[in-house]
T-cell receptor
Framework: SQTIHQWPATLVQPVGSPLSLECTVE??????LYWYRQAAGRGLQLLFY??????ISSEVPQNLSASRPQDRQFILSSKKLLLSDSGFYLC??????????FGPGTRLTVT | GDSVTQMEGPVTLSEEAFLTINCTYT??????LFWYVQYPGEGLQLLLK?????DKGSNKGFEATYRKETTSFHLEKGSVQVSDSAVYFC???????????????FGSGTQLTVLP
């Protein structure tokens, strides 16, 4: 069966520091991968998606970036965090069906 | 573009009460429709889905019927439990401009609290 992992689970970082969040999927190959952000008390905002290694599409211009160095690995990065980057970051994957499956999320607090 | 509108929360019910969370959508094509549930501090879990008109998705006592004529996908449960307390998201998946990526468009979420 397929599983999706995210780490770290929680992170507290100062403004201006770098960020690296990792997402890995097991039990499937060549999935579509997605990064979402959920601000406190709000819905989900799609940040990036990827249909293959090295292929990244950005939905919202910002100081975040994403990379897909391996088929089942998706990384969210920033060179300098802003206060507004705080939130709950969710990774998701999709295969041939229509639905997406989500990871457990990373709670990021920028101080 | 595509959009999903959910009823505003929060919704507070007593245990064993009947639940309805309204969801309507606009889409250019023929979308698939989903309900996701998010328990506190966790990621989203797929609750149920429907891929064509008149389909009924069901899971864990929850049901939703894909109504193309009213562009709706309302979530219902006959008797809620305290353990159903969570945030519920309605979503649709359409081809849009992303082709095979088939992005999900989410509603804003509805917070449900069930009191014992």
């Amino acid at each position: 069966s397929q599983t999706i992992h995210q780490w770290p689970a929680t992170l507290v970082q100062p403004v201006g520091s770098p960020l690296s969040l990792e997402c890995t999927v097991e039990g499937t190959s060549n999935p579509n991968l997605y990064w979402y952000r959920q601000a406190a008390g709000r819905g989900l905002q799609l940040l990036f998606y990827s249909v293959g290694i090295g292929q990244i599409s950005s939905e919202v211009p910002q100081n975040l970036s994403a990379s897909r160095p391996q088929d089942r690995q998706f990384i969210l990065s920033s060179k300098k965090l802003l206060l507004s980057d705080s939130g709950f970051y969710l990774c998701a994957w999709k295969q041939s069906s229509y639905e997406q499956y989500f990871g457990p999320g990373t709670r990021l607090t920028v101080t | 573009g595509d959009s999903v509108t959910q009823m505003e929360g929060p919704v507070t019910l007593s245990e064993e009460a009947f639940l309805t969370i309204n969801c309507t959508y606009t889409a250019t094509g023929y979308p698939s429709l989903f309900w996701y549930v998010q328990y506190p501090g966790e990621g989203l879990q797929l609750l149920l889905k429907a891929t064509k008109a008149d389909d009924k998705g069901s899971n864990k006592g929850f049901e939703a019927t894909y109504r193309k004529e009213t562009t709706s996908f309302h979530l219902e449960k006959g008797s809620v439990q305290v353990s159903d307390s969570a945030v519920y998201f309605c979503a649709l998946s359409d081809l849009g401009t992303s082709g095979s990526a088939r992005q999900l468009t989410f509603g804003s979420g509805t917070q449900l609290t069930v009191l014992p």
